[in-house]
């Protein structure tokens, strides 16, 4: 079967990112055959860097109506994942989108709606920590019901620092015309959909957020949301981009036992009865049921997630492996995302499945409020960024 | 100078702890000489254990009223902390109170006024958790500037199992008209007063408290408090009675470090240049002030904080020694109990000082609608509680 031919839409640091793992040539059965940018400085760039056997394209529709071109990667800025996405269906083009699956839930339903109408070609999500094996094992753990029943997640995800530097390096950076969102929609996309991978999804969502917090942008910079589960366990989620050295610790309670995952390590404990059994039967005022603390491998094989799920999604248009990540997936953690966005903006509890319509109109006053940054456009080195 | 002949009022799990304390010898210039309770059967339970030849009361007026007495240690369910040490005072006694200091501040501020009348007599608080050194340590860390200025704190602190039978063990246990609070009264009072005595204060709080999950009582069996401080700062406190095992993990986070205390082992990490300060002048994009991971020596010399804080309650009747935990730091802890209590209660921001009379005016409605569980009385073995 022939390589798929690919073409990377926006080449920015991410876009960057994606070039150098296809010519890494660890990715079978891809091919990168061009560079679009609507920012000419770019697509100049991406010629001095990678030569001049490319196509290079200025207009995203120029690449969807070019037959030499299979499959687009999309890695603009977040508006227009989805935006483009439901183009380069329409144009039969394969897409892999990367995080967020976009900016609001309305959109991002579209597009699932537009996958669904063409079954043949793929739309996948760059949702390449999935492929982290820690975070595949406690999905595991929780899924085959070692923990018991979930009671309580917390996670602590403060190691995006991002200085005022890095959010001058883009006059759309963190602004909500240009990103609509800060944190919650460039950081923690990963955080936002493992949290609900491995969990399930909340019910509903308070909110405590802070706009322009030691940083001077208009979105959010550091968060706390507070989580309802259907069956009643609650959790945490506490994020900032402000703080170094920073945090990234997700703790998992569940009935029978205990999962921590922190700086690549996962800890698990598990009690020998299930806490709700033991606690019906147990007689002797203190005391609390025997706990083993289990040591399980978790194996790293030393490529990236991004590589990873790229392979995936050309073995998914090659040969039908099962997506890692498939398109109806990015509404989950844009859910919860949004969620906290729209609870903070009206300081109120916010219940899942969102309000979609209400979303967009508080989202529509900001983006109206807005204003872009007059900076000088740097491609930034994306070293120690995922 | 005589020894300081002491009475314990209040002959439960925790009298019992502290007549094995004053009977180890080990605090110097106390003598055990009697125990009050209400309920003659824990009297009575007290004379076979201990032996007759003790002065044993039904009635604390009886022990204010004895002259051979010269300290009371207060070991009653907690609404009687100061009621009975307001009267210990006004009959010149000394008084070390177990914590929490009160049900209410209103309460507690009533006893700190009483005090303030007797500047002879000794009254001071069972915060025995401040003599951890970890805790010690993490206070002059951030006292003396070592993190900066604080950011942000996060305590899980789930480490407290109580199973159903623990509950059944006493009828006022667990009640609103008997103990006037779940775990933030009855196991909490350590950590929140150590949340306020090294982080200080917050301006107000928002929290999400569960009244009976997962145990049959009237009271918080789970609660999530968030927290802003007046520079800004956030925190997070997560508490819980039904998790096993339990975390009891407190991070503080500053402009120039980060303290993480977990199983009584303390982190300590320092940017070799305050965050605020690096942002403003950094220019390269990502990057990260560089952080140091700083080993700092914690000593722990084996005697427990109940003896210490007993000796030093001695040490001021007798020597003046300045007292660890005196009786005005009593309200600050109780104050964000209170407070997260009155959020939930109203399901809204609470700002601190709280008001007092709407904390007391729903507690009593709550009081009001009380029942009593029917059990039988246990005294339990307090092995590994605090």
């Known amino acids: 079967m022939r390589n798929v031919k690919t073409v990377i839409i926006g080449v920015g640091n991410i876009g960057n990112l994606h070039a150098s793992n296809l010519l890494s040539e660890e990715i079978k059965g891809i091919e990168l055959v061009g560079f679009c940018d609507t920012n000419p400085l770019k697509l100049e760039a991406a010629k001095k860097k990678y030569g001049a056997d490319y196509h290079f394209y200025t207009q995203a529709e120029d690449v969807f109506a070019d037959e030499r071109v299979d499959a ?8 227009d994942h989805p935006v483009l996405a439901i183009a380069a269906l329409k144009a039969g083009k394969h897409a892999l989108v990367e ?10 339903r579209e597009m699932i709606e537009e996958a669904k109408r063409h079954p043949n070609l793929t739309l996948s999500l760059m949702y390449n920590q999935r492929m982290n094996p820690t975070y595949q094992k406690a999905k595991e753990l929780v899924e085959t019901g070692k923990i018991g029943e979930l009671r309580r997640t917390n996670w602590i995800i403060t190691n995006w620092y991002r200085s005022q530097s890095y959010y001058n390096s883009g006059g759309w950076r963190a602004t909500w015309a240009g990103e609509g969102g800060g944190v919650l929609l460039n950081q923690d996309p990963h955080q936002l959909d493992l949290w609900q991978w491995i969990c399930g999804m909340p019910e509903r969502i308070y909110s405590f957020a802070y706009y322009g917090k030691r940083r001077n942008v208009e979105v959010e910079t550091e968060v706390t949301a507070y989580a309802e589960y259907p069956n009643g366990a609650t959790g945490v989620f506490v994020t900032t981009t402000t703080e170094t050295p920073g945090t990234n610790r997700f703790e998992i309670v569940g009935s029978q036992g205990k999962i921590v995952i922190e700086e690549d390590q996962l800890k698990f404990w598990r009690t020998v009865m299930d806490e709700t059994e033991w606690n019906d039967t147990y007689q002797g005022g203190f005391g609390e049921p025997e706990v083993w603390e289990i040591k399980i491998p978790v194996v790293f094989d030393g490529q990236t997630g991004h590589k990873k799920v790229t392979q995936n999604f050309v073995n998914h248009i090659l040969y039908g492996e099962a997506l890692i ?33 209400k979303f967009l109109e508080e989202l529509t006053k900001r983006v109206e409020g807005s204003k872009e940054k007059t900076v000088e456009e740097q491609v930034l080195d994306t070293d120690g960024t995922y």
């Open 99 to 108: 995080k967020p699956a976009g900016v609001y839930t309305k959109k991002v």
């Open 72 to 79: 687009v990667i999309i890695a603009t800025p977040h508006y």
């Open 325 to 357: 990540s498939p398109a109806e997936d990015g509404i989950y953690g844009l859910s919860i995302s949004n969620a906290i966005h729209l609870s903070s903006w009206t300081e109120s509890w916010v219940t899942l499945p969102i309000d979609e319509d």
